[in-house]
Each structure stands twice: as C-alpha cells, then as structure tokens.
C-alpha cells in the first residue's frame, strides 16, 4: 500500500463545474503540498499546508491532520485546469508523492 | 530572483554514456533535492544535499548515480554508464536555509532519454 493515495486517478468535467481531489496519507508529516505538473512540463507548487484551509483564487485546499486526509477543490473549473494534480507529505525533510490525478476540463 | 534553473532541459544519451545534470537553486536556497520521475510514474525522492553535504540519499540506486553540491556553482545529479531504464525526467527542488520553512520549489526538470 502506497504511503500517499490519491483519488480518483483519472478526472474528467465539463467548464464551470466544481472539482475535489482527495490524499490520504498514512505517515507522520510536518506539511502537505499539493503541486500542478502539465504534460511534458514542470512542477509548480500551489500550496503548503500544515493545517485548515487556503485559498488561492479559484483553488481551495484543506487538511484534517487527525484523520490523515487533505483535499484539494476546484471553483468554476477551466480547460486551462487541465493537469495533473499531485498530493505530496513533507515526512522529515523529504517529499513522499502520490501517484497523481490527471484532470481534463472539456469547454 | 530567478526561480530553480535546470540543464539541460532535455539531454540524449547512449547506453553506457555518462549523464551530468545540473540544477541551480533560488537565491538564498542553500537545500537541495533531487526526485525522479519514470515513466507512466509518479515522482520519487532521491537526494537530499546541503551545500557541500549529503543528507539523505536513501532514494539513490546504490551504483551508478552520485550527487553533489558544491559551495560554488549548481548541484550535480551524475549517472555513470546508463541504461535505458535511467530514461526519465529528473527534477530539482530546493529550499530556504531556515530549517522552520520547508516550501520546496521545483525547477523545470531535465528529460533524460537513453537510446
């Protein structure tokens, strides 16, 4: 069993719904990243949590520390969305990933 | 201030060949982290150097690859004699030299193919 394990795998909408993608972990961490990777480009960084809940323009992401679980919640969803989105726990000083939700946002 | 750099974006080699790939962090970033991500797979964890140390390297296969990170100029991510199964994109991060403020920031990774 993975340490981190995201779900779904694969995500499909339709322009202007609303999307969630789940992480449960099962290690001790310190933070929990959720990062943007598009295809064949690199990875960028859209939050760094510890606990509760941020909000960056249309991307909210929330962390329960006790039960082990983050999401990470899409508003008024894009094409431009499009990506794949990757939960990763900061457990010391490394990065432990999940496998990745691959979200595809049609007009 | 430049975000991580890394080169080269894409690099070709034959098997056997040696592999040099070089990552400079952010300004003022003194920790650097090197993952690697196969194909069809999801990033994994590799090194973990300090300016001129190593700190973790559990995620290192035990031949072939070796990392540094001098006090002057990028880490170094070296593969010796490689394989087609090195083909990957390999990425670095790095991070402030405050131990409290862990955020890692990714550079745009090097795609490394092995013919």
């Known amino acids: 069993k993975n340490e981190v394990e995201q779900s779904p795998q694969n995500l499909t909408a339709q322009e202007g719904e609303f999307i969630t993608i789940n992480c449960s972990y099962s290690?001790?961490?310190?933070?929990l990243h959720w990062l943007q990777q598009h295809p064949g480009g690199g990875i960028v960084s859209l939050f760094m949590?510890?606990?509760g809940k941020k909000k960056h323009g249309r991307l909210i992401a929330t962390i329960n520390i006790q039960e082990k679980h983050s999401s990470l919640h899409i508003t008024a969803s894009h094409p431009r969305d499009s990506a794949v989105y990757i939960c990763?726990?900061?457990?010391?000083?490394?990065?432990?990933f999940g496998t990745g939700t691959r979200l595809q946002v049609f007009p | 201030n430049a975000g991580v750099m890394q080169n080269p974006r894409h690099l070709v080699r034959r098997r056997g060949q040696e592999a040099r790939l070089r990552c400079s962090p952010m300004?003022?970033?003194?920790?650097v982290y090197w993952y690697r991500q196969l194909p069809e797979e999801g990033l994994k964890f590799m090194v973990y150097?300090?300016?001129?140390?190593?700190?973790?390297e559990s995620g290192m296969p035990k031949e072939r690859f070796s990392a540094e990170f001098p006090k002057e100029g990028p880490s170094i991510l070296r593969i010796q004699q490689v394989v087609r199964g090195d083909s990957a994109a390999y990425f670095c991060a790095s991070s402030p030299n405050f131990v409290q403020y862990n955020e890692q920031f990714f550079g745009p990774g090097t795609r490394l193919t092995v013919l």
């Open positions: 300004k003022g970033h003194s920790h």
């Open positions: 290690v001790g961490i310190s933070a």
């Open positions: 150097l300090q300016k001129e140390n190593i700190i973790d």
């Open positions: 949590l510890s606990s």
């Open positions: 990763a726990v900061l457990n010391t000083d490394k990065l432990i």
